[in-house]
Nanobody
């Protein structure tokens, strides 16, 4: 069984910074892509940033140049450094991790979600 443990959300003023963390814990054989999504009230969940196992990254246009996704493979952890935050960044942020497990001689792939962490940008 695998769990994702998120931390780092909170209240910040416009122009401020926050760093989100998400650690995958449990029976992990390997990890493929790791990403961050967000969902604002009344809106659909959207992809914010993703990082592959080879550390290639991709960002939604609205956060390019302001957010940076990174990962620590030794700790099965993904980070999202957010700078120059804007009120429109306010949302619940969820991490998403593609986990490989080894079961009965087979490698299986599972998609896990974190519990979500609130980010509020307001003066």
């Amino acid at each position: 069984q695998v769990q994702l443990v998120e931390s780092g959300g909170g209240l910040v003023q416009p122009g401020g910074s926050l760093r989100l963390s998400c650690a995958a814990v449990g029976s992990i054989f390997g990890i493929n892509a790791m990403g961050w999504y967000r969902q604002a009230p009344g809106k659909e969940r959207e992809l914010v940033a993703v990082i592959t196992s080879g550390s290639s990254t991709n960002y939604t246009d609205s956060v390019k140049g302001r957010f940076t996704i990174s990962r620590d493979n030794a700790k099965n952890t993904v980070f999202l450094q957010m700078t120059s935050l804007k009120p429109e960044d306010t949302a619940v942020y969820y991490c998403n991790v593609e986990v490989l497990t080894y079961e009965l001689g087979l490698v299986r792939i599972y998609d896990y979600w974190g519990q979500g962490t609130q980010v509020t940008v307001s003066s």
